[in-house]
């Protein structure tokens, strides 16, 4: 091949620059990423809704599913965990939660009805369901959907939420 040629030839990329540069332009707009919103909890009379079981594994949160994401302690310090949630609706644009617990003690609690043991707790425990607080979450904070409670334990829980918060 004569100089010519290789003076005119299309300049090889060094795909490593590339690919460094792109992974910096990557890492750069996910730090710009608003942080996500923890949950808001309300009385559960004040977020009082119609509840219909409705789940449908599509990966968008709906009510009858249990998803789990992060869920602030009532002391509102800034302090929470990584919990499951029961989606009972929606409101305002965000899914309507309450907060599920494996603690044994929940089972004398009045606001705590108990919904057995599902593939959403890895070590089989009973759960209990929380009635007297409903979280507020955005479809964003949503970590992952982990289960589908039956029709049968999601209407227990609807029937409580409607006889004692007047829900519809």
């Known amino acids: 091949m004569g100089r010519d040629a290789v003076r005119h030839a299309a300049p090889v990329a060094n795909w490593g620059s ?73 409101g305002g644009g965000e899914l309507l939660g309450l907060m599920m617990s494996s603690r044994g003690d ?12 599902g593939p959403w707790d890895r070590a089989g425990r009973p759960s209990w369901v929380r009635l007297d607080r409903v979280l507020e979450i955005g ?10 409670l039956d029709r049968d334990r999601f209407e227990q829980v609807a029937a409580q939420l409607r006889a004692r918060y007047g829900w519809r």
């Open 18 to 90: 590339v690919l460094r540069r792109a992974v910096r332009v990557g890492v750069d707009l996910l730090a710009r990423r608003p942080a996500p919103r923890p949950a808001r909890t309300a009385p559960s009379a004040e977020r009082a809704r119609t509840v219909v079981y409705a789940p449908d594994l599509d990966g968008a949160a709906d009510p009858g599913e249990i998803v789990w994401a992060w869920v602030p302690y009532e002391e509102g310090d800034g302090r929470g965990k990584d919990r499951p949630l029961l989606v009972v609706g929606r």
């Open 106 to 117: 929940r089972a004398d609690d009045p606001d705590w009805v108990g919904v057995g043991s």
């Open 139 to 148: 479809e964003r904070e949503i970590r992952r959907e982990g289960a589908v």
